[in-house]
Each structure stands twice: as structure tokens, then as C-alpha cells.
């Protein structure tokens, strides 16, 4: 009766380790994802304050893996002063295509249905169909250096920046 009570004990035991140790990661809570992501340092925005495009790369966490590195999306960004930067998500807020710089470098053309924005991301053409203009996002430039952008994907279609 004691050999089974401990035969019971030394297979038991280490298999209620292991489930519980799998199972870790799904009673931990999830942390908040953390919202400012770094783009790019200053030294790489041009001092005539010409847009740049960046790829946003972020963490994706699952409840047992961290990738680091995964493009989420990505944002134009352009030197405003010596410490100031301004950052738009290169996501038209008409339908969801892409903007691109345009070709003279005053402004930013979505090539789906020419949607024109000014330099300030305001829409530059009456005539455009985006509801609002190039969604703005909030900067913070850390350790003097290093820009940091506040990424976020909004509604498109809709005059309101709404978060998604
Ligand atoms: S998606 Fe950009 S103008 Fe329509």
C-alpha cells in the first residue's frame, strides 16, 4: 500500500508540475502593450524638414512566445525644429490605402483615389474623398535622440479619428 502511495506520488507529482508549468502563461494577466514605439533617431530625419517614412516594428506577445521585430505598420515623420518632430500614419483615413510622399515632396498622395494632404497632413484638395485629414500621432523625443511615436491604427471612412 506505501510502494503504490509512492509510486503514485513520484508519477503524479512531476505531471502536475509540468501541466501547471504549461499553463503558466494563461493564468499570468496580460500586461498593457506599451504604446510608444521607437522609430528612428532624430539624425535621420532631414534638417529641411522633408517626410520620411519609417516601418514601425513592435513586440507581439502570445501567451508562450515574444517576437520581437514584427511590423505592425508604418508612419512618416519629419523634423518640425531642432527637437521637434511630427509624426502622420501613412494609412489614408479614406479607405485604408497607403499614402505616399509625393513627388514634389510638398505633401502626401494616397494613389487609390487621390486623396491630397498638405505637409501638416491637412487635406490639401477640396476634391479629396478622405473624410479628414492624415492621422497625426503623438511624439516624445527621449534621451535627445531617440524618437518615439505613440503607434495607432484609426477608423477610416469617418471624420472622427476614432482608435481601432
Ligand atoms: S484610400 Fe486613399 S483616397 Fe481612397
Not at 499570468?28 to 529641411?48: G, H, Q, Y
Not at 514601425?56 to 523634423?79: I, M, Q, Y
Request: charged fraction near 20%; include cysteine.
Amino acid at each position: 500500500m506505501l510502494a503504490a502511495g509512492l509510486a503514485a506520488f513520484a508519477t503524479g507529482f512531476p505531471v502536475a508540475l509540468g501541466v501547471r508549468c504549461l499553463l503558466d502563461p494563461l493564468r499570468r494577466k496580460r500586461r498593457a502593450p506599451e504604446l510608444f514605439v521607437r522609430i528612428a533617431n532624430l539624425s535621420a530625419l532631414p534638417a529641411d524638414g522633408a517626410p520620411r517614412r519609417f516601418p514601425v516594428l513592435s513586440e507581439r506577445v502570445n501567451v508562450w512566445t515574444k517576437t520581437r521585430g514584427v511590423p505592425v505598420g508604418a508612419v512618416f515623420l519629419r523634423r518640425l525644429g531642432e527637437a521637434s518632430v511630427e509624426a502622420f500614419n501613412v494609412v489614408c483615413p479614406h479607405a485604408g490605402c497607403v499614402v505616399q510622399v509625393a513627388a514634389e515632396g510638398g505633401g502626401y498622395l494616397c494613389p487609390c483615389h487621390n486623396s491630397a494632404f498638405g505637409l501638416d497632413g491637412r487635406i490639401a484638395d477640396p476634391g479629396s474623398p478622405s473624410p479628414r485629414g492624415l492621422d497625426a500621432l503623438a511624439t516624445e523625443l527621449r534621451h535627445g535622440e531617440e524618437v518615439w511615436v505613440k503607434f495607432q491604427n484609426f477608423r477610416t471612412g469617418v471624420r472622427d479619428q476614432i482608435p481601432i
